[in-house]
């Protein structure tokens, strides 16, 4: 079909052609109605009866369920139930009771085939098929509580003194104590003004001779304008303003303030330790009272200290000084944890080129790795503090899966007994039963429907396989898999995965063009690893497209070598992998076109699918930005000095797509919402501006009242897809 794009309009088979879209959108509108819920049994709801059995109900299909009892010595059991025979049975127990079966009644046990629960009270008994349910004299207490409570600890704090003989106060913006026996009240600083005021939230030292508390200093205002141009309930247009921090710009800060009750004075605390905070935060005090602690981010992000205040000195040390030449990704790899007694300190660092726990001596400082190799820690989701022991997810652990499926790990405090309790091909969710020593453990892929398993939380090992879910009517309704695609990447050796989507009516002897859904944010990966029906991307492969989508350097969860591309370096959007993975999957399957290749997406993704344009015009021919960031400088201050750094230097003009909007050669269409309260209107506009200044021709969308994400609306979709089929079909949309 390359040939289509050479002849005109006119010709006889640009007319077939076009006259066959007419059917690729009938059938991408009601793709949704082809291809409706037709997996059962996707999540299970744990139930726990005790920490040796659990049950679940399972939808099978409409109006009807499975219960099934698992436990540990006897094995499985399962009662089958349709609402149309045990909706009438419950109104005769309790009449005009029943309202949502599912959740109305609660399994207590299976025997045999009877099943027995819960009911609006009682306990009763029932065996599919009879038209009545015995009542039961019997427990009719709740279940267990699914899952082992948070482990994060929370200091202590408040204005009343743990010896409740004094409590703070906050006056005129500055600190008074007063002593609760007298009502005595005594001034203890006199500098707080409204633009730098002493903040109420109070930490008492344990043996209450001291507190801390934070003066805190205002960021600036920084407002943005915008015009609702088309309000719904006046004829004249609206302003509207709201405060927006954009990179550079001055934020709140606060300074740790230490005080001593006995001389009623403050102690001066050495703030050089730690000059420029991005954010300050995990207040906490040592049980001796000598001395309290927080997290440090210096403002850049590439300075992270765990930082120890002398509770008599107010001298300042720093119990870990991590610092870095690029960026810590401090929003999601982020974990600490001290013991307030033996000052034995869990951290989370990539100070190995890995992202890893670590073991730190609050006296001395000396740090020894709980977990180590050539994967990563995820996540903490579970510590038991009495049994020293660690539960997390972790990625990258097994060779020959995919780098991004999410496996549950177990360790010591010390580091020893290190053990992956998951093993299956495919990512992983897991739920923990009450007392934390077994798991429900569900994995899936893009390719393959959930496994629901019943695991040791110990060692993993498998106690029972629960339930599958069930896809086979989606499959035999004609619904085609995603495709897992790996290839090396922009140096030759690195694995760089994405996926595949074709339309239902592929056919192999045919060649189609390619669509890159994109989006490379450097605090995540995106390519989807779970288990789903459908795909945004499945209606626009509909209509004649091959779909793709990536995971370039620069993004997250790899080694910090792979997160780096990403430092100063938005614009790069990890492209060179991108191209390399496309030519890779085209060599393999020919009916990949890559003469038509197009971009898309939104917000961050806005920013890379122009950028995709601009930067490598020879390979992307169409490209749709929505919302984009398009300038760093433009947006929101958090997102882009965590990833471009602070001061903001050249290198923010470099990765302009304003500066670079000269360079257009393909198909633009730009989409924005007037009222977009987290990207600025103005990015996308000031492209606009720089492309007509460069007399580059392109297509603009502004929605009146429009927020973020609008080009995701129905007529945004439309027109998107109508774009595409345009200028990489080469015909004009036919949908009458």
């Given at each position: 079909?390359?040939?289509?794009?050479?002849?005109?309009?006119?010709?006889?088979?640009?007319?077939?052609?076009?006259?066959?879209?007419?059917?690729?959108?009938?059938?991408?509108?009601?793709?949704?109605?082809?291809?409706?819920?037709?997996?059962?049994?996707?999540?299970?709801?744990?139930?726990?009866?005790?920490?040796?059995?659990?049950?679940?109900?399972?939808?099978?299909?409409?109006?009807?369920?499975?219960?099934?009892?698992?436990?540990?010595?006897?094995?499985?059991?399962?009662?089958?139930?349709?609402?149309?025979?045990?909706?009438?049975?419950?109104?005769?127990?309790?009449?005009?009771?029943?309202?949502?079966?599912?959740?109305?009644?609660?399994?207590?046990?299976?025997?045999?085939d009877v099943l027995v629960f819960r009911y609006q009270g009682k306990q009763w008994a029932y065996k599919p098929g009879d038209d009545e349910a015995q009542a039961r004299e019997g427990d009719t207490r709740q279940t267990l509580n699914a899952d082992p409570p948070s482990t994060r600890?929370?200091?202590?704090?408040?204005?009343?003194?743990?010896?409740?003989?004094?409590?703070?106060?906050?006056?005129?913006?500055?600190?008074?104590?007063?002593?609760?026996?007298?009502?005595?009240?005594?001034?203890?600083?006199?500098?707080?003004?409204?633009?730098?005021?002493?903040?109420?939230?109070?930490?008492?030292?344990?043996?209450?001779?001291?507190?801390?508390?934070?003066?805190?200093?205002?960021?600036?205002?920084?407002?943005?304008?915008?015009?609702?141009?088309?309000?719904?309930?006046?004829?004249?247009?609206?302003?509207?303003?709201?405060?927006?921090?954009?990179?550079?710009?001055?934020?709140?800060?606060?300074?740790?303030?230490?005080?001593?009750?006995?001389?009623?004075?403050?102690?001066?605390?050495?703030?050089?330790?730690?000059?420029?905070?991005?954010?300050?935060?995990?207040?906490?005090?040592?049980?001796?009272?000598?001395?309290?602690?927080?997290?440090?981010?210096?403002?850049?992000?590439?300075?992270?200290?765990?930082?120890?205040?002398?509770?008599?000195?107010?001298?300042?040390?720093?119990?870990?000084?991590?610092?870095?030449?690029?960026?810590?990704?401090?929003?999601?790899?982020?974990?600490?944890?001290?013991?307030?007694?033996?000052?034995?300190?869990?951290?989370?660092?990539?100070?190995?080129?890995?992202?890893?726990?670590?073991?730190?001596?609050?006296?001395?400082?000396?740090?020894?790795?709980?977990?180590?190799?050539?994967?990563?820690?995820?996540?903490?989701?579970?510590?038991?503090?009495?049994?020293?022991?660690?539960?997390?997810?972790?990625?990258?652990?097994?060779?020959?899966?995919?780098?991004?499926?999410?496996?549950?790990?177990?360790?010591?405090?010390?580091?020893?007994?290190?053990?992956?309790?998951?093993?299956?091909?495919?990512?992983?969710?897991?739920?923990?039963?009450?007392?934390?020593?077994?798991?429900?453990?569900?994995?899936?892929?893009?390719?393959?429907?959930?496994?629901?398993?019943?695991?040791?939380?110990?060692?993993?090992?498998?106690?029972?396989?629960?339930?599958?879910?069930?896809?086979?009517?989606?499959?035999?309704?004609?619904?085609?898999?995603?495709?897992?695609?790996?290839?090396?990447?922009?140096?030759?050796?690195?694995?760089?995965?994405?996926?595949?989507?074709?339309?239902?009516?592929?056919?192999?002897?045919?060649?189609?063009?390619?669509?890159?859904?994109?989006?490379?944010?450097?605090?995540?990966?995106?390519?989807?690893?779970?288990?789903?029906?459908?795909?945004?991307?499945?209606?626009?492969?509909?209509?004649?497209?091959?779909?793709?989508?990536?995971?370039?350097?620069?993004?997250?969860?790899?080694?910090?070598?792979?997160?780096?591309?990403?430092?100063?370096?938005?614009?790069?959007?990890?492209?060179?992998?991108?191209?390399?993975?496309?030519?890779?999957?085209?060599?393999?399957?020919?009916?990949?076109?890559?003469?038509?290749?197009?971009?898309?997406?939104?917000?961050?993704?806005?920013?890379?699918?122009?950028?995709?344009?601009?930067?490598?015009?020879?390979?992307?021919?169409?490209?749709?930005?929505?919302?984009?960031?398009?300038?760093?400088?433009?947006?929101?201050?958090?997102?882009?000095?965590?990833?471009?750094?602070?001061?903001?230097?050249?290198?923010?003009?470099?990765?302009?797509?304003?500066?670079?909007?000269?360079?257009?050669?393909?198909?633009?269409?730009?989409?924005?919402?007037?009222?977009?309260?987290n990207v600025d209107p103005a990015s996308t506009m000031q492209v606009v501006n720089a492309l007509i200044r460069a007399n580059k021709d392109f297509e603009l969308i502004v929605f009146p009242s429009g927020g973020h994400g609008i080009g995701e609306s129905s007529y945004g979709w439309?027109?998107?897809?109508?774009?595409?089929?345009?200028?990489?079909?080469?015909?004009?949309?036919?949908?009458?």
């Amino acid at each position: 079909m390359k040939w289509i794009l050479c002849l005109s309009l006119c010709h006889p088979l640009v007319a077939l052609f076009a006259q066959g879209t007419k059917v690729d959108y009938q059938r991408s509108d009601d793709f949704h109605k082809r291809y409706p819920l037709r997996v059962y049994k996707q999540e299970l709801d744990p139930h726990w009866i005790s920490d040796n059995r659990v049950f679940f109900v399972d939808p099978v299909g409409k109006g009807k369920w499975v219960y099934l009892l698992a436990d540990r010595k006897q094995g499985t059991r399962k009662v089958e139930v349709e609402e149309k025979h045990f909706r009438p049975v419950l109104d005769k127990a309790v009449p005009g009771k029943s309202k949502n079966l599912e959740k109305d009644i609660h399994v207590i046990d299976i025997e045999g085939d009877v099943l027995v629960f819960r009911y609006q009270g009682k306990q009763w008994a029932y065996k599919p098929g009879d038209d009545e349910a015995q009542a039961r004299e019997g427990d009719t207490r709740q279940t267990l509580n699914a899952d082992p409570p948070s482990t994060r600890e929370r200091p202590p704090s408040g204005p009343r003194s743990p010896d409740k003989k004094w409590t703070v106060l906050i006056k005129d913006h500055n600190v008074w104590i007063r002593h609760e026996e007298s009502k005595k009240e005594h001034q203890l600083s006199e500098d707080g003004t409204e633009e730098n005021a002493y903040r109420r939230k109070v930490y008492w030292a344990p043996d209450a001779t001291r507190f801390m508390l934070v003066r805190q200093r205002e960021e600036q205002p920084h407002i943005v304008t915008m015009v609702e141009s088309s309000p719904r309930n006046r004829v004249q247009p609206r302003l509207k303003q709201h405060n927006y921090l954009k990179p550079g710009d001055r934020i709140r800060q606060e300074q740790p303030c230490l005080f001593e009750v006995s001389t009623l004075k403050q102690i001066a605390i050495d703030t050089n330790a730690f000059p420029n905070p991005w954010k300050i935060e995990r207040y906490q005090w040592w049980t001796d009272s000598s001395a309290f602690t927080f997290l440090y981010n210096q403002r850049g992000h590439q300075v992270m200290q765990v930082v120890e205040i002398d509770g008599k000195t107010g001298n300042a040390r720093a119990l870990i000084d991590e610092r870095c030449d690029t960026f810590f990704d401090y929003s999601s790899k982020t974990y600490l944890h001290l013991d307030r007694e033996s000052r034995a300190i869990i951290w989370m660092s990539e100070r190995s080129g890995w992202n890893h726990l670590y073991r730190v001596d609050g006296h001395t400082g000396e740090a020894r790795p709980i977990t180590k190799g050539e994967w990563v820690v995820r996540n903490v989701i579970h510590r038991d503090d009495r049994e020293g022991v660690i539960w997390f997810m972790a990625c990258g652990v097994y060779p020959g899966q995919d780098p991004y499926y999410q496996h549950l790990g177990r360790v010591n405090f010390d580091g020893t007994g290190l053990t992956f309790l998951t093993e299956d091909d495919g990512t992983h969710r897991v739920k923990f039963s009450p007392n934390g020593k077994t798991i429900i453990a569900t994995w899936s892929r893009i390719d393959h429907a959930p496994v629901h398993q019943w695991r040791s939380a110990v060692d993993g090992s498998l106690i029972c396989e629960l339930d599958r879910a069930d896809d086979k009517a989606l499959r035999a309704s004609g619904w085609k898999y995603p495709e897992r695609f790996t290839a090396k990447g922009r140096d030759g050796k690195t694995d760089i995965y994405g996926m595949i989507v074709r339309p239902t009516h592929f056919d192999p002897a045919n060649t189609y063009p390619v669509i890159e859904h994109i989006y490379a944010g450097p605090h995540d990966q995106f390519v989807p690893k779970r288990f789903r029906e459908s795909y945004n991307m499945n209606r626009m492969a509909e209509l004649g497209f091959i779909l793709v989508m990536i995971d370039g350097m620069g993004t997250n969860w790899r080694s910090r070598k792979f997160h780096d591309i990403a430092w100063r370096n938005i614009k790069d959007g990890g492209f060179p992998d991108r191209i390399a993975w496309l030519k890779a999957a085209a060599e393999k399957y020919p009916s990949m076109d890559l003469s038509r290749v197009g971009i898309y997406g939104g917000s961050a993704g806005g920013q890379n699918a122009l950028s995709g344009l601009l930067h490598f015009p020879g390979f992307y021919h169409a490209g749709a930005a929505d919302c984009g960031c398009h300038d760093n400088r433009m947006d929101k201050i958090w997102w882009n000095e965590a990833w471009m750094g602070w001061p903001v230097g050249d290198w923010y003009a470099e990765n302009s797509n304003v500066t670079h909007a000269h360079k257009l050669q393909g198909k633009l269409l730009l989409t924005v919402g007037e009222l977009d309260t987290n990207v600025d209107p103005a990015s996308t506009m000031q492209v606009v501006n720089a492309l007509i200044r460069a007399n580059k021709d392109f297509e603009l969308i502004v929605f009146p009242s429009g927020g973020h994400g609008i080009g995701e609306s129905s007529y945004g979709w439309r027109r998107r897809a109508d774009f595409f089929v345009r200028h990489l079909m080469g015909v004009e949309p036919r949908r009458e």
